[in-house]
Structure formats: C-alpha cells, structure tokens
C-alpha cells in the first residue's frame, strides 16, 4: 500500500467512497452526492494517514468506518431532524410504551394510530424518521450516548486487545440478537439486507416487490421495535 502516494492511494479507493455515501440517507437540501462524497474522500486520506498495518486489520473496513464516520460527523453538526418530527417520536415511544405495559403484548399500528389520535399515514411518517435517523447512526437509535457501540462492532465480529470492551461488546450483541429474534420474518429479513449485506432500500424494495417508501417504513418500524425491546432489557 504505501508504495504508492497519496494520489493514487486516494484514486484506488474511491470506489470504497461511493459504496459509503450510497448507504447514506440525508432528507435535507443542506446537502448533494457531491457535498457526501467529498466530505467521504476527507475520511478516506484521513484513513490513508492513520491506517496501523501492524494491527492486522483490512484496510477496507478501517476506512469504511472512518469514512462514514466523517461523513455522519458532518451531516450529525448542520442536519438535523426537526423539532416537529423529534416531539413526534418522542409521543411514539411513550405511547408504544403505555401501550405494551397495559396490553402485556406488541402494539399494532391500529392501537398505536387509535392513542396518539392520529392516522396510519401519520404513523408510516414516524417511521420514515425512524429509518432516517437509524440510517445516519443506528446505535444513536438504540443504545445510550455512554454504551453506543459502532455499527460494525454491532453486526460484525470484531477483535479487540481491551477485554473488558470485548465483553460489553459481546453482551450488547446478545441482547441485540435476542431482540432481532422478536421482529417478525420480514423485519428481521430487511434488516439483515440492510446491516448485513448492505444493501441500499431500492435493493431491498426489489428483493420484497415492495416500494422503496414501504422498505423505509419496514425498517423503521423494526427499529422502533428494537428500542423498545432494548429499554424493557434495562429495566
């Protein structure tokens, strides 16, 4: 690798950039591809400049995650989702939880549309947010700002030298897969193409013979879901 300068090194990997900024989804006009991609080629030098060969991990996925890490650094500083949408989900989760305690079972969306007083469209638009936010940082979603684990240390295995992050790593996988294990067939199927294989949502709407705007419900409503399963473990 280092036989090669920056430049090139840069050129080689700008495929890896494009893979990165296609996963990414941005509902603001602050903004483009373009605005994505050169902040991604900012991670990737950056990547190039700190990469340790010695560590024995593939420089692929250690610039993915530096990669994506600039990039949602950037998009977490100027985009954010608007109050409107925030007190929206803020009254989902407290409902969902209202719900689930009275009922001793999962809401469904009737019940769900029935106490927030609003209609099933209503509803599919808090999941959109739930997608979009899980999109930028699906452990912003699901865990606390002390314990948040990177995605790639939630869905893949990864060596660490730190024993004890090593174990709160493993035990937030178990308790994650135990959640995942609660969703139904096809939540559970959307989130494996998306996490997994990585697949972009017109992938995956091809994949279910859904459209796009469904898959982002899906998606959506799993990750509600999750949370909730992940804050009754911590009670």
Do not use: W
Request: some cysteine; glycine content about 4%.
């Amino acid at each position: 690798m280092y036989e090669m300068n920056m430049e090139d090194q840069v050129i080689k990997y700008l495929p890896l950039v494009e893979k990165v900024v296609a996963r990414i989804t941005v509902k603001s006009s602050d903004y483009d591809y373009e605005d994505l991609f050169n902040t991604g080629v900012i991670g990737l030098i950056d990547a190039l400049k700190k990469f340790d060969p010695q560590k024995k991990v593939p420089f692929e996925s250690y610039a993915y995650v530096r990669i994506r890490g600039t990039i949602i650094d950037e998009i977490r500083s100027h985009g954010r989702l608007s109050r409107y949408k925030f007190d929206n989900l803020t009254r989902y989760y407290r409902a969902k939880q209202e719900l689930e305690q009275e009922l001793k079972r999962e809401a469904t969306d009737k019940e769900l549309c029935s106490k927030l007083q609003i209609n099933q469209k209503k509803l599919n638009d808090i999941y959109d947010s739930l997608h979009y936010m899980a999109s930028i940082s699906l452990e912003d979603v699901l865990f606390s700002a002390e314990q948040s684990p990177s995605r790639q240390e939630i869905f893949r295995d990864k060596k660490t030298g730190d024993a004890q992050a090593h174990l709160l790593e493993t035990e937030m996988k178990q308790e994650l897969a135990a959640a995942i294990s609660k969703l139904s067939e096809r939540e559970q199927l959307v989130l494996s193409l998306y996490y997994e294989q990585e697949m972009t949502l017109k992938e995956i709407s091809l994949v279910l013979d859904v459209s796009i705007a469904r898959v982002s419900q899906i998606h959506g409503r799993a990750v509600g879901k999750l949370k909730g399963f992940m804050e009754e473990n911590d009670d």
